[in-house]
Structure formats: structure tokens, C-alpha cells
DNA sequence: CCGTATCCGATGAGATACTG
DNA sequence: CAGTATCTCATCGGATACGG
């Protein structure tokens, strides 16, 4: 069902699905903060700080399907779950702790950069 | 003027919202488009392939607001219009190359772990 | 303690039609 | 050719309440 020229457009679409993994809300927050090592999850939902329960299962699903964390249950009374990176986990770190990293330190030359074009467009439009 | 521990949540919103700039659906694909070289709005609709007139307005329009990309209007008839990146989104270019490359290459060890996920979680459900 | 279910508003994104 | 204006539908994300 391609197209007649299966140019790069399949490769771009399975890119562009992983940095919206990593691009969504939480997801690359909870990844950096999993890189210091397995933790449970009320730990993650204090350490990412603001994240709604919903949203930390769902993100954490989502990791765990595309095969970034395990998930560890403790059938004790209260439960308890552990979350840890996998190998391939890991991997991702590098990169996204790359960007997250150059966004840390660019911060300003973005905030800059987008005061002026609001400027411009029109304070009072 | 913050205390020493209770940092984290301004740098991860802003470093979220940076991320989420790269990672919604279009963006990282036009600026590794324009890592190419200036391009016109046609040539950069036809380069990323499958993107509506609206959602590269919309895509260019936020690379722009936040100084990753320049718009040049030629006002000639028809009108023409170069993006280029910016030095910023030079800069910018290297960490998200760094993990489209990566994505690239991990596609089938991702696809695998959904797969293998999907079908824990009930083929039939 | 961890997770699910539900409701609801906000935003994302495509299709289409129209202007300079 | 480039961009805007709508309209419509899907998905995201938060709040809240409930269940094992």
C-alpha cells in the first residue's frame, strides 16, 4: 500500500512517532528523572512534581509499551510498583538528556527570541 | 532568589515546553528539512510530504516565534517566501538530529517492544 | 498505595474554500 | 504561490471520585 517511491516519508513517520513519545508532556521528565535509578511510583509522581496520577500511569504506560521502563509489582498490602529504565531506556537518556541539556541552557535566547516576534506581531492586537 | 533544593519545576516546564516544541508532530521534521539549506514554502511542503497548508503555516509560524527559523517574503507576483534557520536553530539542529538518528536506527527494537506489549496486554481486547 | 473510570474544557490537526 | 478563515473531529490533560 506505499506509494510508487517508498521514499523516506515511512522512516520520517516512525521518527516523528518517537520524538512525540519523548515530546509529550511528561514523558522526557520522567525519563531523566528514571535515569538516577528505579524508583516507585509515588516517588516519581514528588519527583516530577505537578504531574496528575492520571497522567503519570498513562506516560509510564506508554514508556513501558514502547519498551523504556519496566514495570515491577509487589503483591504486598499496601501494593507497591517499581519503575526502572531498561537497556534500551538507557540509550534514550543520551540523547534526550543532549537536548534536554542544550534547552536548559538556551532557555533565555528562546524566551528572548519569542518576546520579540510577540512584539513585533502586535502587543495590541 | 530561589531556595537551593526547590529548583526543579522552572527548568523542567521550560525545558518541557522546548521539547514539546520539537515534538509535536511536525516540527522536528521541517527543522531537519531547512537543516539542508533556505527553502521555500512549497519545496518545504512537498519535502516533509503529507503535511496540510494550514499545519506548516502553524509549524513555521511557532519555529519563527521562538527564533528558530527566518521567514523572508520576496513581494514579487506570486508571492515567495524563504525559511531559513537561524543560528539558534543551527544550534538546535544537532541535538535533534543526535535523536532522530537514534530513533532511526532503534525503530524495530521499539516496534518489537510494542508488539510484544500489545500482545501481553490482550490481542483480543 | 496504586490504578481505573468518568467528565469536561483546551488544544491539535485535517479538509475545504477563499484572498492578494 | 502563500496564507487565512472556518468547520469538524480526535486527542490531550486535569479534576474528581471510586476500587483492589
Redesign the pocket.
Known sequence: MKPRHAHHSEDCRAVSAILQRVG??WSALVVTKLGAGAM???ELKAAVGG?????L?TT??GLERDGFVT?T?FPTI????DYELTELGRELLGPVMALVSWATSNTERINAARNAFDDRSGPAQ
Open positions: 509529550d508532556k516507585r511510583f509515588g504531574i496528575s496520577q492520571k497522567m500511569t509510564l504506560r514495570r509489582v499496601p501494593p507497591r510498583v
